[in-house]
């Protein structure tokens, strides 16, 4: 069965730092570039971070040098250490395969976690 859990988001001042993780299961995690996603209200869903399976890297140009992705083979999880958060960081985070998991003509994504930057 799949699944992909995300975890660890919460309520953070602005230059705070988070770190969300993401537990996978039924998938072929370590042949699987992963990615961190996020979508804020009303807006559309964007890659915010890239590891490929090669452990290769890529990030959203804002977050560049603040966000840092991991992926973890062994435990089939997947990271995302945030640091400096700004406001404009406030979404929810999901993780998924890059590209997005296709289950029977569906994408599937998990419940994501709430990241919120606030004074």
């Known amino acids: 069965q799949v699944q992909l859990v995300e975890s660890g988001g919460g309520l953070v001042q602005p230059g705070g730092s988070l770190t969300l993780s993401c537990a996978t299961s039924?998938?072929?995690?370590?042949?699987?570039?992963m990615a961190w996603y996020r979508q804020a209200p009303g807006k559309e869903r964007e890659v915010v971070a890239l590891?490929?399976?090669?452990?290769?890297?890529n990030y959203l140009d804002s977050v560049k040098g603040r966000f840092t992705i991991a992926r973890d083979s062994a435990k089939k999880t997947v990271y995302l250490q945030m640091n400096s958060l700004k406001p404009e960081d406030t979404a929810v985070y999901y993780c998924?395969?890059?590209?997005?998991?296709?289950?029977?003509?569906?994408?599937?994504w998990g419940q994501g976690t709430q990241v919120t930057v606030s004074s």
């Open positions: 039924g998938i072929a995690f370590s042949a699987n570039a």
């Open positions: 590891i490929t399976s090669g452990f290769g890297t």
């Open positions: 998924n395969t890059k590209p997005a998991l296709n289950l029977r003509g569906s994408e599937y």
